[in-house]
């Protein structure tokens, strides 16, 4: 069989804990176990939702009273489902495969309120749990709905569904709220229904691998701790971008846009792992305090700190405002940049930059904290002091293989065109660091960025990159001596690829790791309602702002700026992080 998960740490320790099943946990349990998947017949339901409980089945983690009823509006008879599944459960086992399709069944009702059709379909669900005897039953609802119907689905998951014989969790996905009044309506109406242990807010965000290990690398090491702060960070810059357009989900993200869709929540989240003080210990409560704390000191992001811009189409692809479902001039951004700042005492001053994208060149998630420069930096200029930085690494993809600037004055010329307010020009020989791109002229005709940077007239900012996708690696940028009699340094990686260091190890799914989390009842890994308050509390002004909303009817809605369908996203968003300094 497969190897089993890693092993979690458990509470108030962070050694390696002990595996999640041994010990009377939910697999070894005689009790019944059933998972309800509302909005079966969706997108996220079949691409993420089954494949990962899937994966967990493959594991060898499911108990073996286990069923997963798919409940929908949709008419479907169960062999229709599972086909439906089929395209998405990627195994060479068919017999597996099968096996698991057999625990599967899918019932319909006339809709997300409807008591009688819900109930119908839970009694029946209860023959199935008792029929091997009288047992506990235990129970997830997982709401992988649009979030407008999760308060009538909340409701009638109260009325019918709940097991009296065990415990009961409901999974609810992003966005919770469309802003900080509606999300707290939210939040109050499933507070009617469930108490605060029964709600699992889900964010897969926190359950990708580099996201777990963000934790383990600053609370793990002796190294990064001391220098994680205003004294050491010039700067931590959070991405995510995707290669590709919104595809069929115009209904969903029209209504939502990129801030609602990845920034509030998948960036925030990650930015408050990075930020958060350690913890007391790995419980639930006391890694959310901390998580909660640094989010309330965040300052409301700023309009004039945040560049937001909607993709035009080419001949390959089309423009958003062309995709099926898009209304006529919709000013819905799917390009955000954002600067944040955290007031307290770890952070003041350091811009936390928050960039992500749909319909951009690449797929990458990535955190990159930049340390500030070495102070009086022996290397920049002078006879023996030639400085070249070198990219030698393949992680960078889009940036040329191996390139070469020399210090001085054109390196410094280029930095002060593309600074354009004039932000970082390069004083006399200056250092020079790596960026992430040849960009220059858009097709507009707007930009800058020749690929280099003079990063002022000190030294070079050592980096360190903890890429969560597409490969999972960790790499630290530093300057180095090339071999040679000559003194040439150049920047180079200190690397830790995943894939190479463990060959034999898969990364979980992130929902398979989450879906897990829940039948363990371990929440540590979801966002707790206080916490959704104040990450709504940083982007709610920004967004009623962008929109036209509360405060705002005058002004109206802001467009955002057009960008090239495959491109890096707005010039302007890069001239706003090089007025922060990044280099
Ligand atoms: P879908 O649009 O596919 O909706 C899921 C199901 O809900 C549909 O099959 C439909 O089932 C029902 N439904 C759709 N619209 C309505 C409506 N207006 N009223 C009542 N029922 C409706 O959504 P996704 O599966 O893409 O997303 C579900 C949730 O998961 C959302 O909250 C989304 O933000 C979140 N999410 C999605 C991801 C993805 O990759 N798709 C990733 C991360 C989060 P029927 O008509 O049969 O009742
Ligand atoms: C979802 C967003 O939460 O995350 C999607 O709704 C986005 O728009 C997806 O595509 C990205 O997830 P991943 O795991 O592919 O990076």
């Known amino acids: ?59 060898g983690l499911l108990p ?61 669900m209860h023959e199935l749990e ?21 308060s009538k689905a909340g409701a009638v998951i109260k009325a019918k569904g709940m097991s009296e014989s065990g415990w009961n969790r409901v999974v609810v996905e992003k966005p919770f709220g469309k ?58 810059t959070i991405t995510f971008k995707e290669p590709f357009g919104i595809a069929s989900r115009a209904g969903y993200f029209d209504q939502y846009g990129i801030i609602r869709d990845i920034m509030q929540n998948h960036l925030t989240q990650v930015m408050s792992i990075v930020a958060m003080e350690p913890p007391v210990s790995l419980s639930a409560e006391d890694v959310r305090d901390e998580k909660v704390k640094v989010l309330r000191s965040v300052v409301p992001v700023r309009e004039e700190d945040t560049v937001t811009g909607q993709y035009r189409g080419d001949s390959d692809h089309n423009a958003y405002l062309e995709e099926e479902g898009v209304p006529e001039g919709s000013t819905t951004p799917t390009f955000a940049t954002t600067v944040v700042f955290i007031q307290n005492q ?48 393949p992680l960078d993809q889009g940036t040329a293989a191996r390139s070469r600037a020399p210090s001085g004055a054109s ?38 960025d020749g690929g280099w940077h003079c990063a002022a007239a000190s030294g ?25 009699l000559d003194n040439v340094i150049s920047s180079s990686e200190l690397n830790l690829s995943f894939d190479d260091r463990f060959p034999l190890r898969k990364s979980p799914e992130a929902y398979a790791r989450l879906i897990l989390d829940v039948m363990r009842g371990d929440q540590s890994q979801f966002v707790r309602s206080d916490e959704l308050a104040a990450a709504w509390a940083i982007f709610t002004p920004l967004l009623h702002r962008l929109e036209g909303g509360p405060g705002y009817e005058a002004l109206g809605p802001k467009a955002p700026v057009l960008y090239r369908f495959g491109s890096r996203g707005p010039v302007e968003a890069d001239l706003l992080l090089n007025g922060y300094g990044f280099t």
């Open 1 to 59: 069989p497969p190897a089993p998960f890693p092993a979690r740490p458990g509470p108030g320790s962070m050694a390696a804990g002990r595996n999640p099943f041994q010990g009377g946990d939910v697999m070894s349990s005689k009790d019944s176990f059933s998972i309800v998947v509302f909005g079966a017949s969706g997108d996220l339901a079949k691409k993420k939702t089954y494949p990962a409980i899937f994966e967990l089945f493959s594991q």
């Open 64 to 124: 073996s009273r286990m069923r997963i009823m798919g409940y929908a509006r949709s008419s479907k008879t169960d062999e229709d489902f599972r086909e439906s599944l089929r395209v998405y459960i990627k195994s060479s086992d068919s017999a597996r495969v099968e096996a698991f399709l057999a625990m599967c069944y899918y019932r319909n009702g006339s809709g997300y309120d409807d008591e009688e059709g819900f109930a119908t379909a839970i009694a029946e």
């Open 130 to 150: 008792q029929a091997d005897g009288p047992v506990a039953a235990n129970r997830v609802f997982y709401l992988a709905l649009p979030p407008t119907v999760f």
């Open 179 to 236: 802003d900080s009044a509606s999300s707290a309506k939210l939040s109050a109406t499933l507070a009617k229904h469930f108490t605060e242990d029964q709600i699992y807010r889900i964010d897969h965000y926190l359950g990708k691998e580099m996201v777990q290990n963000l934790m383990v690398m600053r609370f793990g090491n002796a190294v990064f701790e001391p220098i994680w702060n205003r004294h050491y960070v010039k700067m931590v």
């Open 346 to 393: 770890r952070w003041n001053g350091v811009p936390f930059i928050l960039k992500c994208g749909k319909g951009l060149n690449e797929r990458k998630a990535e955190v990159r904290v930049q340390f500030r420069d070495a102070p009086h930096f022996l290397y920049a200029g002078g006879a023996r002091g030639q400085v070249h930085a070198v990219k030698q690494t």
């Open 411 to 448: 390196a410094g010329g280029v930095a002060a065109a593309a600074a354009g307010s004039g932000a970082v020009a390069g004083a006399g020989a200056c250092s020079v660091a790596s960026t992430g791109g040849a960009h220059s002229v858009d097709d507009d005709g707007r930009g800058f």
């Open 460 to 484: 070079p900012s050592n980096e360190l990159v903890i890429r969560i996708q597409p490969e999972a690696a960790v790499y630290l940028k530093v300057m180095s001596k090339m071999p040679g």
